[in-house]
């Protein structure tokens, strides 16, 4: 069956650290999403990639970053994070762009 | 980027009655898709249908879709208490998934 990882469940990191947010994919999909899930706010979209080593930015990408240098692996980098970023990340990866989502379970990050 | 809008943004139904979550969304689309998330969890897909169809049906589920008002509504007939969960439309127009803020749908047994 298909299946999406993410490395951590929960997570809590201190203000200024860098975070790392790993994804995994074992379906050879092209396409991988990283989205954040904040109460009232819905998922928004922070970077997505259509291949390896290419990015494209969302909706929300300040403050983030991206690596994909393998096909399967989609990492989600914050570079310094902040309070404001404690929320919901959910990665997830489709066939084509246009076709259903796998998410992963989804990693509760606390910024303290 | 637009977003889909769902309708309405909570719902609470006795098991056995249906329940009906409708999704307006503002651009011209490729499909449209209906999502479910458990508490704490990931989204789980539960059906597409693509901007040439009219109705679709996936077990207890059926959606419609009416390009001309631009909405869409997912009905789930026959609740149970497992059905407990947020409603989540995405639409697509040559972009990735543009997610509305769900509806969270309570059945009480």
């Known amino acids: 069956d298909v299946k999406v990882t993410q490395s951590s469940r929960y997570l809590v990191k201190r203000t200024g650290e860098k975070v790392f947010l790993e994804c995994v994919q074992d379906?050879?999909?092209?396409?991988m999403f990283w989205y954040r899930q904040d109460p009232g706010l819905g998922l928004r979209l922070i970077y997505f990639?259509?291949?390896?080593?290419?990015?494209e930015k969302g909706d929300i990408p300040e403050g983030y970053s991206v690596s994909r240098e393998k096909k399967e692996r989609f990492s989600l980098i914050l570079e310094s994070a902040s309070t404001n970023q404690t929320s919901m990340y959910l990665c997830?990866?489709?066939?084509?762009?246009?076709?259903?989502?796998?998410f992963g379970s989804g990693t509760q990050l606390s910024v303290l | 980027s637009q977003q889909g809008e769902e309708d309405p943004q909570a719902l609470s139904i006795q098991e056995g009655e249906n329940a009906t979550m409708n999704c307006s969304y503002k651009t011209s689309i490729n499909n449209l898709q209906w999502y479910r998330q458990n508490s704490g969890r990931g989204l789980v897909h539960l059906i597409l249908?693509?901007?040439?169809?009219r109705e679709k049906h996936s077990g207890r589920l059926r959606v419609t879709l009416d390009t001309s008002k631009k909405s869409s509504s997912l009905l789930i007939t026959a609740s149970r208490a497992a059905d407990t969960a947020s409603y989540f439309c995405a639409t697509v127009w040559g972009t990735p998934l543009v997610f509305g803020k769900g509806t969270r749908l309570s059945v009480i047994a």
């Open positions: 997830a990866s489709s066939l084509s762009g246009a076709e259903k989502l796998f």
């Open positions: 249908i693509r901007s040439n169809e």
């Open positions: 990639s259509y291949d390896v080593k290419m990015k």
């Open positions: 379906m050879d999909h092209e396409n």
